[in-house]
């Protein structure tokens, strides 16, 4: 009796597999069929976006270069009157408390990636009880722009990097952008 069983279950089977259904055939992307890629910095609807930034200060995606430290907003930028992170107290940081609606997150984008300071900006940011992601100002900006385009009501106070790595893909990127230039008629 229980190989009749087994007989039929494998007859059953191959006829027709009921772990199959019919969402396998079912494409997970229904579009066109290309892929798409948004990107987000040259949208002006998402807010001001930090584009890139320098030892002198950061490029915002509506044009604007800001020098020296900034505390930037979704749509809105101010200069940030700090020389480094060494000057970043309690005081210096009442302008994100006082905003009205509450800001969900600060973040702080420091010039180097020492701890010591680290420890005392997060220290001062506890004593004005802001909720507070303290970086190294490179993954600053990106954590800044990822949040902001998600409508988080973010703001950032960054300072400017005391160095700036380059990679050979910008070494690359410089030299091509110049040899175009270069190549350039004058009209």
Same mark, same amino acid.
């Given at each position: 009796? !229980?190989?009749?069983?087994?007989?039929?279950?494998?007859?059953?089977?191959?006829?027709?597999?009921? !772990?199959?259904?019919?969402?396998?055939?079912?494409?997970?992307?229904?579009?066109?069929?290309?892929? +798409?890629?948004?990107?987000?910095?040259?949208?002006?609807?998402?807010?001001?976006?930090?584009?890139?930034?320098? +030892?002198?200060?950061?490029?915002?995606?509506?044009?604007?270069? %800001?020098?020296?430290?900034?505390?930037?907003?979704?749509?809105?930028?101010?200069?940030?009157?700090?020389?480094?992170?060494?000057?970043?107290?309690? *005081?210096?940081?009442?302008?994100?408390? !006082?905003?009205?609606?509450?800001?969900?997150?600060?973040?702080?984008?420091?010039?180097?990636?020492?701890?010591?300071?680290?420890?005392?900006?997060?220290?001062?940011?506890?004593?004005?009880? !802001? *909720?507070?992601?303290?970086?190294? +100002?490179?993954?600053?900006?990106?954590?800044?722009?990822?949040?902001?385009?998600?409508?988080?009501? %973010?703001?950032?106070?960054?300072?400017?990097?005391?160095?700036?790595?380059?990679?050979?893909?910008?070494?690359?990127?410089?030299?091509?952008?110049?040899?175009?230039?270069?190549?350039?008629?004058?009209?």
């Amino acid at each position: 009796m !229980l190989s009749n069983l087994i007989r039929t279950a494998i007859h059953v089977s191959r006829n027709r597999s009921p !772990l199959l259904s019919s969402m396998r055939h079912k494409a997970a992307y229904e579009g066109d069929g290309k892929t +798409t890629v948004r990107i987000i910095n040259q949208e002006q609807d998402l807010g001001l976006m930090i584009d890139s930034y320098a +030892t002198y200060g950061f490029r915002l995606n509506n044009g604007i270069t %800001v020098l020296g430290p900034m505390a930037i907003f979704p749509r809105t930028v101010l200069s940030w009157q700090v020389r480094g992170s060494g000057e970043i107290t309690e *005081n210096s940081l009442k302008l994100f408390k !006082l905003l009205e609606p509450k800001i969900d997150l600060l973040i702080v984008g420091l010039e180097s990636n020492n701890r010591a300071m680290m420890g005392s900006v997060f220290r001062a940011a506890r004593l004005s009880k !802001l *909720n507070v992601e303290i970086l190294p +100002t490179e993954h600053a900006c990106s954590t800044f722009n990822f949040l902001n385009a998600e409508g988080r009501y %973010v703001a950032g106070a960054m300072i400017p990097p005391l160095t700036v790595e380059m990679s050979p893909d910008d070494m690359l990127q410089a030299k091509l952008h110049y040899t175009n230039l270069y190549q350039q008629k004058l009209s």
